[in-house]
């Protein structure tokens, strides 16, 4: 048995739900390996990740011969990596620091190869199957809940989507609204998930309680799945409203299928649009508008420019707010009443 082996390891922050109890031992069927699945390794060589994220929430600097726990799964991330699902016996790529194992198909000229990883065996629980993330997930929601729901969605990634959420979601607690701050799609990483908690929210959660140690290359139902999965939390936790990060930009494959998908219109109350010049206003606002989509506000980058954010109200018509006016509850406030929240915990 490998429990000595469990012990010792680091096991990444996208493993975080997962009870280790239930590690027992080890299999090396990798033609069987699908995403999710949770994969003890071995740090052969520093590449990119030179720290990982550990479930504990904090990061850990990595060395050769350290034992590692990362589910498999694939990454889009266009300032990092693409890479996929696979796991090669011979070695394979820690694609994200936040836990994320699998085979690295491009990477931005920036940056440096990945960290290379010996995989030593799926884990197993102690009646032979493989635990993988999505035994620890989230109870699977039957219904669409009614939650009032603000999307963030942006141009790309690193466009301010992150810190329009942040700061929508503590303006909206400052004045007086229980908030759930989620992420629907990305990558599994600590970086977001602190920062929601840091503003104030009463419920946090993302894709990885759903199960999924990342979005990229799921399937459109399972996505949407998840997205159900984490509302129905956030209203089992008394939520008035909640802000929803969707990760990358809105040609991004899922974040596209999303959009488009006529089941997004259901549940979208109403949405926030990041961007970082009034050119990438245009485009990005015509584009929602070919779906059906007609964003409240823009923000971002943007919006730090008085003169740009300017010319992108006078090309869509679409006002611009900037990370003060979303911190301030007033400001905030008027989001929630435009998407009909109502205060649910206290009139309770």
């Known amino acids: 048995m490998n429990e000595h082996l469990f012990a010792r390891a680091k096991w990444a922050f996208s493993t975080r739900r997962a009870t280790r109890a239930f590690a027992s031992d080890l299999d090396q069927r990798w033609d069987e390996v699908v995403p999710g699945q949770l994969i003890l390794g071995q740090v052969i060589s520093i590449g990119q990740h030179g720290r990982m994220q550990l479930a504990s929430g904090r990061p850990s600097t990595l060395y050769p011969g350290d034992l590692i726990v990362m589910p498999c799964g694939a990454r ?58 999505m035994n620890f997930a989230l109870p699977r929601a039957t219904a669409t809940p009614a939650l009032p729901v603000i999307i963030v969605l942006g141009t790309a990634m690193n466009s301010g989507k992150t810190t329009a ?24 990483s600590f970086g977001d998930f602190n920062h929601y908690l840091d503003a104030g929210s009463a419920f946090v959660a993302d894709f990885t309680d759903a199960g999924m140690v990342t979005t990229y290359r799921e399937p459109l139902a399972r996505v949407a799945q998840g997205i159900r999965d984490l509302l129905a939390a956030a209203e089992d936790a008394g939520c008035d409203l909640a802000v929803m990060e969707i990760a990358d930009g809105i040609f991004q494959r899922e974040t596209a299928a999303l959009i488009a998908d006529p089941g997004f219109r259901t549940w979208a109350s109403g949405v926030i649009f990041a961007c970082g010049d009034a050119v990438a ?24 420019s008085p ?40 009139a309770a």
Not at 107 to 131: C, E, F, H, S
Not at 281 to 304: D, F, W, Y
Request: hydrophobic residues 40%; contains cysteine; glycine residues 14%.
């Open 307 to 346: 003169m740009a954010s300017a010319e992108a109200l006078a090309a869509t018509g679409v006002p611009v707010i900037n990370r003060s006016q979303l911190l301030d509850p007033a400001e905030a406030n008027r989001f929630a009443v435009q998407v009909g929240a109502q205060r649910v915990a206290s």
């Open 165 to 188: 959420t942040v700061a929508l979601s503590h303006g909206l607690t400052l004045a007086g609204w229980r908030v759930a701050t989620l992420k629907g799609t990305g990558t599994g």
């Open 281 to 304: 206003a245009a485009g990005g606002v015509a584009e929602l508008a070919r779906q059906g989509v007609h964003p409240l506000a823009l923000t971002g980058l943007l919006s730090c």
């Open 76 to 133: 889009y991330a266009p300032d990092q990596f693409e890479g996929v699902a696979e796991i090669d016996p011979k070695g394979c790529d820690m694609l994200a620091g936040g836990g994320c194992l699998g085979r690295m198909m491009y990477r931005n000229d920036r940056i440096k190869p990945p960290t290379r990883v010996q995989p030593l065996g799926r884990i197993t629980a102690a009646d032979g199957q493989v635990l993988d993330t």
